[in-house]
């Protein structure tokens, strides 16, 4: 068990709506990272936050967007939803920023836009 | 950004030693290299991380070259369970770390 917890698991829904998943990084964990992993490919990195401000981004499309809050769990919606959106959605967090510190990942959010 | 290249995929025989390369030939003098394995579809599992020296933990080994522009990872010896995508990651700044499409091992009995 990382420490991270997301939720939900799996998510079923239509094209055009719009989701958000959670996640909860792991006790004194101040960085979260969210990742896309599509069928069969590697992980895309979309987005980082620490404490609560945005720090890095990456492929991530205009229709997605993130927050983390003060309580550090994080959220990432994604709206107008194409079928092209079905992946896997990872979650990881590291302490801080530090050269040394490793991911620590959720067990991911599947979702299926049908 | 550093970008990082593996083979698809590598068999090995259960018992023996499992030596996963990666070539990160663009990644900066400072900046770490982490391994990861994903089993299934589970979120992918820290394993080991290094910057210049070789590394040695209860998992595994990470030899890094001289020049830092390659890493293998050492399995010392595999089980059916080391059964995984392995994925090579150089943290490249602050905040981003880079994963490539991974080496599928298999682990054969």
């Known amino acids: 068990d990382s420490g991270v917890t997301q939720t939900p698991k799996h998510l079923i829904t239509a094209t055009g709506q719009r989701v958000t998943l959670r996640c909860s990084p792991r006790s004194g964990d101040l960085s979260v990272y969210w990742y896309q992993q599509s069928l069969d490919q590697g992980l895309q990195f979309l987005i980082q936050y620490y404490n609560g401000e945005e720090r890095a981004k990456g492929n991530i499309l205009e229709r997605f967007s993130a927050q983390q809050f003060p309580d550090l769990h994080s959220e990432l919606n994604l709206s107008s939803l194409e079928l092209g959106d079905s992946a896997l959605y990872f979650c990881?967090?590291?302490?801080?920023?530090?050269?040394?510190?490793?991911?620590?990942f959720g067990n991911g959010t599947r979702l299926t836009v049908t | 950004d550093a970008k990082t290249t593996q083979p698809p995929s590598m068999d090995c025989a259960e018992g023996r030693a499992a030596n996963l390369p990666c070539n990160h030939s663009?990644?900066?003098?400072?900046?770490?290299v982490y391994w990861y394995r994903q089993i299934h579809s589970q979120g992918p599992q820290y394993i080991i991380h290094?910057?210049?020296n070789n590394e040695t933990n209860e998992m595994a080994s990470l030899i890094i070259t001289e020049d830092r522009k390659s890493s293998t990872l050492i399995l010392p010896h595999a089980t059916l369970r080391d059964t995984a995508v392995y994925y090579c990651?150089?943290?490249?700044?602050?905040?981003?770390?880079?994963f490539g499409t991974g080496t599928r091992l298999k682990v054969l009995a």
């Open positions: 990881a967090s590291s302490p801080g920023v530090g050269p040394g510190a490793p991911l620590h």
């Open positions: 663009t990644i900066s003098g400072n900046e770490y």
């Open positions: 290094g910057l210049k």
């Open positions: 990651s150089p943290k490249v700044g602050t905040y981003k770390y880079i």
